[in-house]
T-cell receptor, first 114, second 111 residues
Framework: DGGITQSPKYLFRKEGQNVTLSCEQN?????MYWYRQDPGQGLRLIYY???????QKGDIAEGYSVSREKKESFPLTVTSAQKNPTAFYLC?????????????FGAGSRLTVL | SQQGEEDPQALSIQEGENATMNCSYK?????LQWYRQNSGRGLVHLIL?????REKHSGRLRVTLDTSKKSSSLLITASRAADTASYFC???????????FGKGTKLSVIP
């Protein structure tokens, strides 16, 4: 079955540590996205990528980094510079970068800073 | 970036009743979409309505769009306990393909 796989589902981090969240898709989608979800605040865009080796900052990119070395993969690193990293992180992909942009989401990764 | 706002924030109904959620947005859009999220899971796309459409149906879902009022509504008819979830509207502004999500309506359907 085609879809998006995020791992790990749960992750605990000590303050000052970097952590990387994995996102893999086998849908052959060109575009991939990372969103952060906090209670009562909906989804906020962190980074997105339209094509391999290219990505752009979203609304809340500070303290995060990404790479897009392969079409299937778009890992997100939460760095120690992110002041409040505890949140639910959602990866998504879409087949087009223009027109109707329907997203397919992964199941999410919940990061807790201890 | 602009964000859609859903109303109400929470809604509790009995099974079999209809549920109506509303979404307002601020700027011109290409399309408006509705997504559903079960607790602790990813979002699932439900329906898309284009800016030149006024109403769209999909099974028990009915979506309307009023571009003059910059608002949309999602109606779920004959609700079921399995419809319990959060529902989000998402818009892509004219000239952009990025989606902007609202804060969601949390629907509880009581058996």
């Amino acid at each position: 079955d085609g879809g998006i796989t995020q791992s790990p589902k749960y992750l605990f981090r000590k303050e000052g540590q970097n952590v990387t969240l994995s996102c893999e898709q086998n849908l052959n989608h060109d575009a991939m996205y990372w969103y952060r979800q906090d209670p009562g605040q909906g989804l906020r865009l962190i980074y997105y990528s339209q094509i391999v080796n290219d990505f752009q900052k979203g609304d809340i990119a500070e303290g995060y980094s990404v790479s897009r070395e392969k079409k299937e993969s778009f890992p997100l690193t939460v760095t120690s510079a992110q002041k409040n990293p505890t949140a639910f992180y959602l990866c998504a992909s879409s087949p087009r970068t223009g027109g109707a942009n329907v997203l397919t989401f992964g199941a999410g990764s919940r990061l807790t800073v201890l | 970036s602009q964000q859609g706002e859903e109303d109400p924030q929470a809604l509790s109904i009995q099974e079999g009743e209809n549920a109506t959620m509303n979404c307002s947005y601020k700027t011109s859009i290409n399309n408006l979409q509705w997504y559903r999220q079960n607790s602790g899971r990813g979002l699932v796309h439900l329906i898309l309505i284009r800016s030149n459409e006024r109403e769209k149906h999909s099974g028990r879902l009915r979506v309307t769009l009023d571009t003059s009022k910059k608002s949309s509504s999602l109606l779920i008819t004959a609700s079921r306990a399995a419809d319990t979830a959060s529902y989000f509207c998402a818009t892509d502004e004219a000239g952009s393909y990025q989606l902007t999500f609202g804060k969601g309506t949390k629907l509880s359907v009581i058996p």
